[in-house]
């Protein structure tokens, strides 16, 4: 199966549509609060309608009370939930949706407290989006035990092919960009969007 590819942070219907059109699987919508990329609820709507069935829309919240979690997803169509903070494995559990939970580098230990859930792995020491590239090879060991591994952090065109070489021959269950592929005011480059997902499937094919 192909490497999803989750187009992250993403501020504009435009970006949403683009993403659909050079063939990303995923899309984060974010509502952590002070984060550049956060989005109010009617700009989330205008985004999440403008690709309705086309393509998996991701909520992602940090450390947010549960309440908050749900007025959003009471209003906002989407397909699963991505916790990026503290979030215990209870606290996943209380949303209907499929969870991605992020993690800081590959921590087996915090992997395990989350069995069955899909991990994020962020850069372990600047993380929450800030674009920081890590050693992507120690994800490995989450992957070859049979996680299901979002690979992210510093992630951009010009490396993602060495960042799935680096993780050896099982491949990740997706990949993250952010950063990577933006231009001016977080908005998402088609150019450099297209790029990345087409290095993600040259990978592939050397596998």
């Known amino acids: ?28 919508l974010n509502f952590v609060p002070g984060s550049p990329r956060c989005v109010d609820l009617k700009t989330a709507e205008a985004i999440a309608d403008a690709v309705d069935g086309q393509i998996e829309r991701v909520a992602v919240f940090q450390d947010a009370p549960l309440e908050d979690v749900n007025r959003v997803l009471r ?13 215990s494995e209870e606290d996943c559990e209380e949303v209907d949706l499929p969870v991605i939970k992020a993690l800081r580098g590959a921590d087996v230990e915090a ?28 994800a490995a060991v989450l992957i070859e035990s049979g996680h299901d591994v979002i690979l992210a952090g510093g992630l951009d065109p010009t490396n993602v ?16 960009v952010a950063t990577g592929i933006e231009r001016d005011a977080h908005r998402k ?19």
């Open 1 to 28: 199966m192909s490497v999803r590819i989750k187009i992250c942070g993403v501020v504009d219907p435009d970006d949403a549509r683009a993403a659909v059109d050079a063939g990303a699987g995923l899309i984060g």
């Open 75 to 87: 209003r906002v169509d989407f397909e699963r939930v991505q916790f990026h903070g503290n979030e």
């Open 111 to 138: 992997a395990d407290v989350y069995p069955g859930t899909l991990l994020l792995l962020d850069n372990p020491t600047e993380g929450s989006g800030r674009g920081k590239a890590w050693n992507w090879a120690d």
């Open 161 to 176: 092919v060495d960042a799935l070489t680096a993780v050896g021959d099982v491949l990740p269950w997706g990949v993250d």
């Open 189 to 207: 480059d088609p150019a450099k969007l297209a790029a990345f997902i087409a290095a993600v499937r040259t990978a592939e094919s050397a596998d």
